[in-house]
């Protein structure tokens, strides 16, 4: 490759008689000096993982500053059984997609519920886990079911199933809906008393309920949530990197992984 691109130069500046020009404009495209291996290919590098690290118990920043979780093991997990290295980068739900089409990240992991709608600008891998929505409010509220919540203040994270439901419920313009930038900002304002339900994922809401006995909250399901399936996403068309992840899914599962990881973060096995 060397050789073939410099040749005609190497000539080309012979007859002019600027060689030496020439010969120190190719080496600075010289390869790798020998004894250091050349770059790696493309399937070698490391992929960059967006999550919107926000999400306990799937995906949240420790003490460290790392990112842990449900979700993480699982993909590490993937990573080690389809051989490809993985770096995780904590990445705001609101410009999550839009990084993974843009090429900034490689994949996504971040509790995504497969939808219709997504599947239009990305790809998913097979479902790695089961979710439904969960309403949280105050211990004393008068809410049984989801209707209940009709003409409430209602806090969501933007742009996630739980906007979606409620939208549906209440008109998506409906004012009464609040729109948070994280979950956990939602579930702060309820217990501010801003809001008077929440809507998200039963697993970030049960946890954070448990993790906050004092907030006086209580939990509302409602059979009439439909059943969401996470799925890891990759950019559309990147077909090779998905049969990867979903090749490593199928061996984690095969061979008990998944369901230690899954008994590490709920204590128990899936259902
Ligand atoms: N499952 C929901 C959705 O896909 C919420 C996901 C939010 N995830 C997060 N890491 N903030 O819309």
């Keep these: 490759m060397f050789a073939n691109r410099c040749i005609p130069w190497i000539a080309a500046g012979l ?3 600027v060689a030496a020009l020439a010969l120190a404009g ?3 495209q010289e390869p790798t000096p020998a004894g250091t291996a050349p770059p790696p290919p493309a399937a070698a590098r490391v992929l960059v993982v967006g999550t919107d690290a926000a999400y306990t118990p799937f995906e949240s920043q420790n003490e460290k500053g790392e990112i842990a979780g449900f979700d993480i093991d699982v993909v590490k997990a993937i990573a080690g059984k389809a051989g490809f290295e993985v770096k995780f980068v904590d990445t705001p739900w609101e410009g999550i997609f839009n990084a993974l089409d843009q090429g900034d990240r490689d994949l996504l992991v971040s509790a995504i519920t497969i939808t219709g709608e997504r599947r239009q600008t990305m790809d998913f891998s097979k479902p790695y886990f089961e979710a439904r ?3 949280a409010v105050k211990r004393d509220a008068q809410v049984a079911r989801f209707e209940d919540i009709k003409a409430m203040k209602v ?4 742009g996630t199933t739980g906007d979606e ?3 549906k419920l209440q008109g998506k313009s409906s004012g009464n809906i609040k729109r948070f930038e994280s979950t956990p900002l939602a579930l702060k304002e309820l217990e501010a008393g801003g809001v008077e339900a929440v809507v998200a994922d039963n697993g970030v809401v049960e946890h954070y309920l448990a993790n906050n006995p004092g907030g006086g909250f209580r939990t509302v399901s409602d059979a009439a ?4 399936q996470y799925g890891i996403a990759v950019k559309k068309g990147n077909a090779e990197l998905l049969a990867r992840i979903d090749k490593g899914l199928d061996g984690i599962k095969a061979d008990g992984s998944y369901d230690k990881i899954y008994a590490a973060h709920f204590g128990s096995t899936p259902k």
């Design 225 to 228: 949530f439909p059943v969401e």
């Design 26 to 28: 190719c080496g600075k």
């Design 133 to 135: 929505q969960l309403i």
């Design 165 to 167: 439901v409620v939208g």
């Design 15 to 17: 007859l002019a008689g």
């Design 155 to 158: 806090g969501v994270q933007n």
